[in-house]
């Protein structure tokens, strides 16, 4: 006796488990996201949840081909449609800020079209936001950011908007721009790493320059230690002549009411 099987979208009991990251339209974080998300409607059978739903009506002026090559394969499951369908708009309510989630809310509607009203969002007036992205690239510099890994992360993500607005900006250009906004105490590797065939990626780049910095804090906290050990010394040094000398003059004094 054949069972139905459940659909592996109900075994999720908190999605935030394997999409850790809450949208916000202040953030530049909307690629990562969207990255997770396709991830995981991969992983759970609900590929066709993010794109238009095929309908007897729609599906019947479509060949038998193109249906294989447009659509995942489907599977007799228990859940209805449209129970998988909610429960991957609440996976995308649950990831999103309280002001986006209250930004694309319809009635009625349907996980595409809430993915759809977030990506234009992000993604639309592409000219613009392409113009923005690369002014920031272009402005941005070490000092602005408390560790090299977090500067070498916030041009990742720029690199990133700019690739999903359909830029051509090359890893190759990221990398150049990031060691341009390297400040005067890494001028050896910005120098070095140019010259270097062929240009290391971005990650390698990210990988050297936090070794760079690493060896830079270390020898400033040795300094730093070396130099409090070096003030240390010239001040107890006074500070012990200084008790001699009190210690003196107070037995004199003792001496010579001694004598009066």
Known sequence: MSHTPIHPVVTVNNIKNFIPL??????EHYNTWAELFILHRKAYD???HLKPRVTATSSSTETAKDKDKEQPPKHAYLESWERIDSIVLQWIYATISQDLMHTIMITNTTAY?????????????????????????????????STMTEYCQHMKLLHDQL??????????????????GLT??????????????????????????????????????????SAGTALHASTDQPARAQTDTRTYIWFDNSSERGRG
């Open 46 to 48: 609900v590929l066709d």
């Open 184 to 225: 005067d105490q890494y001028e050896n590797i910005s120098l070095i790493l140019p010259q270097t065939q062929p240009l290391p990626d971005f990650f390698k780049t990210r990988s050297r320059l936090c070794q760079v910095e690493e060896r830079k804090n270390a020898q400033a906290k040795l300094s730093a230690q």
């Open 22 to 27: 809450i949208l916000d339209s202040q953030t």
């Open 113 to 145: 079209d809430a993915w759809c009203r977030l990506k234009n969002l992000f993604l639309d007036n592409q000219a613009a936001r392409t113009i923005t992205i690369q002014n920031k690239i272009f402005n941005a510099r070490l000092e602005q950011f």
């Open 163 to 180: 690739t999903s607005l359909g830029s051509t900006v090359s890893e190759n250009q990221l990398v150049l721009q990031i060691l341009t």
